[in-house]
């Protein structure tokens, strides 16, 4: 009988690019391990995988190199953009605090102004009331602020006019 023929070029190919162990390749392609062994002796087979991973090493570093940088580079544009949208929106943030407490300040100061302006005529109100109040007392008998406070619906207990303000509570409290 006739040995069977093997392609030997594509073993040899197989054992260089590959993973596989002599004795992993006689039984992968069917060649007995001594003539595995034998041809792999011959063509330098260990010297040319020990080549071809130190080759491809290289290329996969480099290509590695090339996509880490391009990765790189993808981040740190993606990084500048965030930080230019986070500085955009903090400058807009900080406008609108400005413009809101502007805003606050005019409002502020108008409802200040209106105080003011309310309290006077509080005052001025309280001093003619007492004007009047005495003036009706003499002609009545009675302040017209203890009238008013009546007609409210607020109790009035005292005749002096000091006491009386510290005493109000509304009728019907008990």
Known sequence: MSEPRYDWSAIERDYITGELSLPQIALKWGPSQCAVKLHSKAGRWYEKREAWRAENHARALERIGEECQDAIVAAETEQKKAVTELIEEIRATIAEVKATR????????????????????????????????????????????????????????????????????PQGAA
């Not at 005529?121 to 003499?138: G, M, P």
């Not at 009545?140 to 607020?154: D, F, K, N, Q």
């Open 102 to 169: 502007a805003q606050g300040r005019k409002n502020l100061q108008s409802r200040a102004s209106t105080l003011a302006q309310l309290s006077s005529a509080l005052s001025n109100a309280v001093k003619t009331d007492r004007l009047l109040s005495n003036a009706a007392t003499e002609i009545v008998g009675e302040p017209t602020y203890v009238r008013v406070m009546r007609a409210c619906g607020i109790r009035y207990e005292g005749d002096d006019e000091q006491q009386g303000l510290e005493a109000l509570e």
